[in-house]
């Protein structure tokens, strides 16, 4: 009874310890999706103010005033920069590229990246995404009375790096807890496995040395456990020698 409950409590760990890994695995993946949930949430901010300044310049345009000479552009541009820290600059460009209105000390009249030109002035009316040094981009392009390409808008901004715990391990939870769960997996069935090996070989040094078995070879279990089963035995008898004299005496009074 004694080997089944040592093997079972030994299956009862290992099994613990799988469960506790599979629930930690599932707090990431849960902590995985708030943290996409929240990109998501903090990058639709910029949506909504790139959004705004390209329809805040659209109802010029359809009045039919060109684009580098509509009032209040910079201080539109400007005042979208103040409202999020975050962003690092916003530029107005033409249909060819150049920049007429800007957040930056120096950048009228420079050209945006060749490779921005067919992405940010395309007619498509949803906003186009990438990255540069710097951080992300965002940019979409402006429409005007006659549902032309008159220019754009390009928004560019750097998210805080969210140094946390999570932060770090996020990308490699996935791989590394499915890596502990099969090293666990596989180190709980060889621990049983020897276990359960170890455990015939005791019991049947114990019946060897009760007599109720074949004895065994002592060098199979190394000379000190083979002693040291001896002397367990030996005590057993003592002990129960001595509740017999115990419980002799008991009768006598």
Request: contains cysteine.
């Amino acid at each position: 009874m004694r080997r089944a409950y040592t093997l079972n409590r030994y299956l009862a760990i290992a099994l613990l310890l799988t469960l506790t890994l599979t629930l930690t695995a599932a707090v990431f993946a849960w902590l995985s999706a708030l943290e996409q949930r929240g990109t998501i949430l903090r990058e639709s901010r910029f949506e909504f103010s790139l959004n705004n300044v390209k329809s805040s310049l659209e109802l010029g345009l359809e009045l039919g005033l060109p684009l580098h000479d509509l009032p209040g552009a910079q201080e539109l541009i400007e005042r979208n920069r103040m409202q999020e820290p975050v962003i690092l600059s916003i530029d107005i460009f033409d249909a060819n590229g150049h920049i007429v209105f800007t957040t930056e000390t120096a950048g009228v009249g420079a050209n945006l990246p060749q490779a921005w030109m067919a992405p940010c002035l395309s007619r498509e009316r949803s906003n186009w995404s990438s990255q540069d040094d710097a951080g992300n981009v965002l940019c979409g392009s402006v429409m005007n009375g006659y549902d032309q390409v008159a220019g754009g808008v390009v928004l560019r901004y750097r998210l805080p790096n969210r140094a946390s715990a999570f932060g770090v391990l996020g990308r490699y939870w996935a791989p590394a807890l499915s890596a502990l769960l099969v090293l666990a997996g596989l180190g709980s069935l060889a621990g049983w496995l020897v276990l359960r090996h170890t455990e015939r070989l005791l019991d049947r040094q114990t019946e060897a040395i009760t007599g109720h078995g074949a004895a065994l070879d002592v060098d199979t279990l190394a000379g000190p456990l083979a002693a040291g089963l001896t002397t367990l035995e030996r005590l057993e008898h003592e002990l129960a020698a001595t509740d017999r004299e115990t419980d002799r005496l008991d009768n006598l009074s």
